[in-house]
């Protein structure tokens, strides 16, 4: 290595080493992909107060919301990656819309550094009150017995619950229609009135119509069963074992971000998610909280990526 070479390594070498010591000495900033009021949101402000308390520096909160995702993570991947700027997100935004669109303006492999798996949240196939079907082997029998009738819902074509209902569809032999929405707050009415059959949603989203009996869920799909609903079967436990959805949520970081800043903010975090009362929080919110090292997220970002490019490729659908 010439001299002028290892000058220029010293340098770069010395300068991460005293900002990962001196980190954080300013406000850092926590970016949201969606609106506020959705799990993603909240779980973010649950992660900023926290790191607020831990690391004794403000996190200041700031919703991008548009383009599926793509303003917010524009915004990061041109940040400093320099701790300052983070990144909360579900990953559909993130792994599902680079396999559904023509093209994006992001790469979500390499424009970011996976922090934190905060939580996921397990779907569940839920079906009106009124529908005679009391369990999954039963809402089978009565689709196929009225083959291109019922009709489910989602909060858009592409989207998590619709990947997750045609899967179900193609592993059960179930013909349903497609109805997309706006959100799974205009599923909810629609639901619950009986003109949809079935949603693939969230506990989160659920939640008021399942306490108030207008709704119930036949399985959920994952690999246990939920610890805010205990007595609902996983979709193995009923029959579908090749039925399951799940989303996770995380923080992220730019590109380039150093691994003393991302371990440092990795411990902070899975002290909140080893505190009782905000996993019992987490829980009351429908989802499942995780936690665990940095590069078991990465690996995990990178399955997953793997994972819902075979399953948009089996469903063959696709959006603008």
């Not at 002028?4 to 000495?25: E, G, H, I, K």
């Not at 994006?104 to 492999?109: A, I, K, Q």
């Not at 079906?127 to 009391?134: N, Y």
Request: glycine residues 10%; positive net charge.
């Amino acid at each position: 290595m010439g001299k002028r070479l290892w000058v220029a390594f010293l340098v770069c070498f010395s300068t991460a080493l005293c900002q990962a010591q001196t980190y954080p000495s300013k406000p850092i900033r926590m970016v949201i992909d969606t609106s506020p009021g959705g799990i993603t949101d909240i779980l973010g402000r649950l992660a900023a107060d926290w790191l607020t308390q831990q690391v004794g520096q403000q996190i200041v909160v700031e919703n991008r919301v548009g383009a599926s995702g793509s303003i917010a993570f524009d915004y990061v991947i041109k940040s400093p990656p320099d701790g300052y700027t983070l990144l909360t997100l579900a990953d559909g935004n993130l792994l599902v819309r680079p396999h559904l669109a023509a093209k994006v303006s992001f790469d979500p492999l390499n424009d970011f550094v996976p922090v934190f798996n905060i939580a996921e949240t397990p779907h569940l196939l839920v079906v009106p009150s009124s529908l005679p079907a009391g369990n999954l082997a039963e809402f089978v029998a009565y689709a196929k017995a009225n083959p291109g009738k019922l009709s489910y819902g989602s909060p858009g074509t592409g989207s998590p619950p619709h990947i997750s209902l045609d899967q179900f569809g193609r592993v059960t032999g179930v013909q349903m229609v497609h109805v997309p929405y706006k959100g799974a707050v205009q599923i909810m009415p629609d639901l619950i009135a009986g003109r949809l059959q079935a949603a693939s949603l969230s506990l989160g989203s659920t939640r008021a119509g399942l306490q108030s009996g207008a709704i119930k869920a036949l399985a959920a799909g994952a690999t246990k069963r939920l610890a805010g609903l205990p007595e609902v079967p996983t979709s193995a436990e009923a029959g579908i074992p090749g039925w399951q959805m799940t989303a996770w949520f995380g923080i992220f970081a730019p590109k380039g971000t150093s691994a003393d800043i991302v371990r440092l903010l990795n411990g902070k975090m899975q002290l909140m998610i080893d505190d009782a009362k905000t996993r019992a929080r987490m829980v009351e919110l429908g989802a499942e909280p995780l936690g665990g090292p940095a590069p078991a997220f990465a690996e995990r970002v990178r399955a997953d990526y793997k994972h819902w490019g075979q399953m948009v490729k089996d469903t063959g659908i696709k959006v603008q």
